[in-house]
């Protein structure tokens, strides 16, 4: 199973790390370290990816094919 990062359509790379977070009072650790990765010339994505992966709290996806793609039969 493949480990993404995700957010809402609605909201920035920066809100989707600080929903993650957990315990709810750790949010400010969260985006210390997110914003120390932008810092260090990393892209919005990459630092969530990152920042979401230090704290074990990426998304699992099932393998196959993405939404909305159909594999030859």
């Given at each position: ?16 790390v ?7 009072a750790?949010?400010?650790a ?8 932008l ?5 919005e ?29």
């Amino acid at each position: 199973m493949p480990l993404v990062a995700k957010r809402k359509l609605t909201e920035t790379w920066r809100e989707a790390v600080a929903r993650r977070a957990e315990p709810v009072a750790a949010e400010e650790a969260w985006l210390r370290v997110f914003d120390a990765y932008l810092a260090d010339g990393r892209n919005e994505v990459e630092a969530a990816y990152l920042t979401l992966a230090r704290f074990e709290a990426l998304s699992f996806v099932p393998d196959g094919p993405a939404p909305g793609r159909r594999e030859a039969l």
